[in-house]
Protein backbone atom coordinates (compact mmCIF):
# COMPACT_ATOMS: atom_id res chain seq x y z
CA UNK A 1 0.00 0.00 0.00
CA UNK A 2 0.96 3.51 -0.10
CA UNK A 3 2.40 4.95 2.74
CA UNK A 4 4.39 7.86 4.25
CA UNK A 5 6.33 6.44 7.29
CA UNK A 6 7.88 7.93 10.25
CA UNK A 7 9.34 5.42 12.22
CA UNK A 8 9.99 7.05 15.38
CA UNK A 9 6.54 8.62 17.01
CA UNK A 10 9.27 10.26 20.08
CA UNK A 11 12.01 11.54 19.91
CA UNK A 12 14.21 13.15 22.96
CA UNK A 13 17.34 15.12 22.41
CA UNK A 14 19.73 17.75 24.64
CA UNK A 15 19.77 21.44 23.20
CA UNK A 16 22.92 21.93 20.62
CA UNK A 17 22.68 17.85 19.77
CA UNK A 18 22.06 16.80 16.15
CA UNK A 19 18.65 15.65 15.33
CA UNK A 20 17.74 13.44 12.57
CA UNK A 21 14.04 12.81 11.75
CA UNK A 22 13.06 9.39 9.82
CA UNK A 23 10.97 9.91 6.63
CA UNK A 24 10.48 6.97 4.03
CA UNK A 25 7.66 6.89 1.12
CA UNK A 26 6.29 3.89 -0.67
CA UNK A 27 4.88 5.19 -3.98
CA UNK A 28 5.80 4.36 -7.57
CA UNK A 29 7.21 8.11 -9.03
CA UNK A 30 9.08 9.97 -7.19
CA UNK A 31 6.71 12.26 -5.60
CA UNK A 32 6.82 15.42 -4.43
CA UNK A 33 7.95 15.58 -0.52
CA UNK A 34 7.99 18.12 2.00
CA UNK A 35 8.37 18.42 5.88
CA UNK A 36 6.20 20.00 8.17
CA UNK A 37 6.62 21.41 11.77
CA UNK A 38 3.66 21.92 13.91
CA UNK A 39 4.51 24.30 16.95
CA UNK A 40 2.01 23.58 19.96
CA UNK A 41 -1.45 25.19 19.51
CA UNK A 42 -0.39 26.23 15.86
CA UNK A 43 -1.05 25.18 11.94
CA UNK A 44 1.66 23.07 10.31
CA UNK A 45 4.58 25.54 8.79
CA UNK A 46 6.49 24.55 6.07
CA UNK A 47 10.22 23.50 6.76
CA UNK A 48 11.35 22.91 3.44
CA UNK A 49 10.70 20.87 0.29
CA UNK A 50 12.02 18.71 -2.63
CA UNK A 51 10.95 18.55 -6.37
CA UNK A 52 13.94 17.46 -8.30
CA UNK A 53 17.34 18.35 -8.92
CA UNK A 54 20.14 18.64 -5.76
CA UNK A 55 18.93 16.01 -3.45
CA UNK A 56 20.30 18.48 -0.44
CA UNK A 57 17.79 20.76 0.34
CA UNK A 58 18.29 24.17 2.79
CA UNK A 59 15.03 25.14 4.57
CA UNK A 60 14.11 27.27 7.03
CA UNK A 61 15.24 27.34 10.91
CA UNK A 62 18.25 25.92 10.12
CA UNK A 63 17.25 22.46 8.79
CA UNK A 64 17.95 20.49 5.78
CA UNK A 65 17.00 17.42 4.36
CA UNK A 66 18.20 14.69 1.97
CA UNK A 67 16.14 12.61 -0.75
CA UNK A 68 17.67 9.00 -1.19
CA UNK A 69 15.59 7.92 -4.00
CA UNK A 70 17.34 4.08 -3.43
CA UNK A 71 15.83 4.23 0.16
CA UNK A 72 12.69 5.90 -0.75
CA UNK A 73 13.58 8.48 1.96
CA UNK A 74 13.88 11.86 2.76
CA UNK A 75 15.11 12.16 6.12
CA UNK A 76 15.01 16.07 8.05
CA UNK A 77 18.53 17.40 10.04
CA UNK A 78 19.58 19.76 12.03
CA UNK A 79 23.49 19.89 13.05
CA UNK A 80 22.78 21.76 16.89
CA UNK A 81 18.69 21.96 18.06
CA UNK A 82 17.93 24.93 20.09
CA UNK A 83 15.03 24.62 22.79
CA UNK A 84 12.51 26.44 20.35
CA UNK A 85 12.81 23.15 17.80
CA UNK A 86 10.57 21.39 20.09
CA UNK A 87 7.52 20.54 18.27
CA UNK A 88 5.73 17.76 16.25
CA UNK A 89 7.00 17.36 12.50
CA UNK A 90 5.40 15.61 9.82
CA UNK A 91 6.53 14.21 6.47
CA UNK A 92 4.50 14.61 3.72
CA UNK A 93 4.20 13.79 -0.17
CA UNK A 94 2.17 15.34 -2.73
CA UNK A 95 1.36 13.22 -6.44
CA UNK A 96 -0.28 13.94 -9.21
CA UNK A 97 -3.88 15.42 -9.12
CA UNK A 98 -3.54 17.03 -5.72
CA UNK A 99 -3.23 14.12 -3.71
CA UNK A 100 -1.29 15.24 -0.69
CA UNK A 101 -0.40 12.33 2.33
CA UNK A 102 0.86 12.58 5.66
CA UNK A 103 3.09 10.42 7.79
CA UNK A 104 2.08 10.20 11.46
CA UNK A 105 4.36 12.71 12.74
CA UNK A 106 7.32 12.45 15.04
CA UNK A 107 7.03 14.44 18.58
CA UNK A 108 10.16 15.72 19.32
CA UNK A 109 11.15 16.98 22.95
CA UNK A 110 14.62 18.72 23.38
CA UNK A 111 16.19 18.85 27.16
CA UNK A 112 18.45 21.64 28.78
CA UNK B 1 -0.80 38.91 4.89
CA UNK B 2 -1.47 35.22 3.65
CA UNK B 3 -3.64 33.25 5.84
CA UNK B 4 -5.94 30.44 6.25
CA UNK B 5 -8.85 31.70 8.72
CA UNK B 6 -10.89 29.02 9.97
CA UNK B 7 -13.91 29.53 12.71
CA UNK B 8 -14.47 28.38 15.32
CA UNK B 9 -11.01 27.80 17.34
CA UNK B 10 -12.84 25.79 20.05
CA UNK B 11 -16.09 24.11 19.86
CA UNK B 12 -17.63 21.78 22.39
CA UNK B 13 -21.27 20.19 20.93
CA UNK B 14 -23.43 17.54 21.76
CA UNK B 15 -24.33 14.39 19.86
CA UNK B 16 -26.54 15.10 16.70
CA UNK B 17 -26.55 19.09 16.74
CA UNK B 18 -25.30 20.33 13.34
CA UNK B 19 -22.51 22.70 13.09
CA UNK B 20 -20.45 24.33 10.43
CA UNK B 21 -16.59 25.30 10.69
CA UNK B 22 -15.86 27.87 8.70
CA UNK B 23 -12.53 28.37 6.80
CA UNK B 24 -11.50 31.04 4.17
CA UNK B 25 -8.20 31.76 2.77
CA UNK B 26 -7.16 35.47 0.98
CA UNK B 27 -4.51 33.72 -1.67
CA UNK B 28 -6.39 33.24 -4.00
CA UNK B 29 -5.48 29.59 -4.02
CA UNK B 30 -7.87 27.26 -6.42
CA UNK B 31 -7.08 23.74 -4.13
CA UNK B 32 -8.55 23.90 -0.70
CA UNK B 33 -9.02 20.81 1.73
CA UNK B 34 -9.87 19.98 5.20
CA UNK B 35 -8.04 17.56 7.33
CA UNK B 36 -8.45 15.40 10.68
CA UNK B 37 -5.50 15.15 13.37
CA UNK B 38 -5.82 12.50 15.73
CA UNK B 39 -3.11 11.27 17.74
CA UNK B 40 -1.11 8.22 16.24
CA UNK B 41 -2.73 9.15 13.31
CA UNK B 42 -1.24 11.94 11.61
CA UNK B 43 -3.53 14.55 9.32
CA UNK B 44 -5.95 12.64 7.28
CA UNK B 45 -7.60 14.12 4.43
CA UNK B 46 -11.42 14.27 4.63
CA UNK B 47 -12.37 16.48 1.25
CA UNK B 48 -10.96 18.80 -0.84
CA UNK B 49 -11.72 21.19 -4.09
CA UNK B 50 -9.93 22.09 -6.74
CA UNK B 51 -11.70 24.62 -7.41
CA UNK B 52 -15.18 26.14 -7.18
CA UNK B 53 -17.91 23.82 -7.19
CA UNK B 54 -15.63 20.89 -7.50
CA UNK B 55 -14.97 18.77 -4.57
CA UNK B 56 -13.89 15.59 -3.93
CA UNK B 57 -13.46 12.96 -1.45
CA UNK B 58 -10.37 12.32 0.88
CA UNK B 59 -9.42 9.45 2.90
CA UNK B 60 -12.35 9.88 5.31
CA UNK B 61 -15.52 11.70 4.45
CA UNK B 62 -17.81 9.41 6.05
CA UNK B 63 -19.97 12.06 8.71
CA UNK B 64 -18.60 15.57 6.60
CA UNK B 65 -19.98 17.64 3.92
CA UNK B 66 -18.28 20.23 2.03
CA UNK B 67 -19.19 22.97 -0.14
CA UNK B 68 -16.75 25.59 -2.40
CA UNK B 69 -19.42 28.18 -3.37
CA UNK B 70 -16.44 30.96 -3.56
CA UNK B 71 -12.80 30.33 -4.04
CA UNK B 72 -12.48 31.67 -0.99
CA UNK B 73 -14.71 29.40 1.52
CA UNK B 74 -14.27 25.79 1.90
CA UNK B 75 -16.59 25.21 5.02
CA UNK B 76 -16.96 22.09 7.01
CA UNK B 77 -20.10 20.54 7.98
CA UNK B 78 -20.97 18.09 10.08
CA UNK B 79 -24.72 17.56 9.60
CA UNK B 80 -25.14 15.16 12.98
CA UNK B 81 -21.76 15.30 15.23
CA UNK B 82 -20.53 11.87 16.95
CA UNK B 83 -18.12 11.59 19.79
CA UNK B 84 -15.78 10.02 17.12
CA UNK B 85 -15.69 12.81 15.17
CA UNK B 86 -13.89 14.97 18.42
CA UNK B 87 -10.41 16.26 16.65
CA UNK B 88 -8.74 18.78 15.54
CA UNK B 89 -9.32 20.01 12.01
CA UNK B 90 -7.31 22.30 9.83
CA UNK B 91 -8.17 23.62 6.55
CA UNK B 92 -5.77 24.20 3.86
CA UNK B 93 -5.02 25.78 0.86
CA UNK B 94 -2.53 25.70 -1.78
CA UNK B 95 -2.23 27.49 -5.42
CA UNK B 96 -3.32 23.75 -7.30
CA UNK B 97 -0.23 22.21 -7.91
CA UNK B 98 0.82 19.26 -6.00
CA UNK B 99 4.54 20.48 -4.96
CA UNK B 100 3.36 23.99 -3.89
CA UNK B 101 3.01 24.54 -0.64
CA UNK B 102 0.38 24.12 1.48
CA UNK B 103 -0.72 26.89 3.69
CA UNK B 104 -2.53 25.70 6.87
CA UNK B 105 -4.98 27.43 9.58
CA UNK B 106 -4.24 27.50 12.76
CA UNK B 107 -6.68 24.35 13.52
CA UNK B 108 -10.18 24.17 15.49
CA UNK B 109 -10.41 21.73 18.31
CA UNK B 110 -14.27 19.94 18.06
CA UNK B 111 -15.34 17.96 21.54
CA UNK B 112 -18.30 16.17 20.46
CA UNK B 113 -20.45 14.83 23.76
Known amino acids: AQSVTQPDIHITVSEGASLELRCNYS??????LFWYVQSPGQGLQLLLK??????LVQGIKGFEAEFKRSQSSFNLRKPSVHWSDAAEYFC??????????FGTGTSLTVIP | EAQVTQNPRYLITVTGKKLTVTCSQN?????MSWYRQDPGLGLRQIYY???????DKGDVPEGYKVSRKEKRNFPLILESPSPNQTSLYFC????????????FGEGSWLTVV
Open chain 2, 92 to 103: ASSSGFSGNTIY
Open chain 1, 27 to 32: YGATPY
Open chain 1, 50 to 55: YFSGDT
Open chain 1, 92 to 101: AVGLTGNQFY
Open chain 2, 27 to 31: MNHEY
Open chain 2, 49 to 55: SMNVEVT
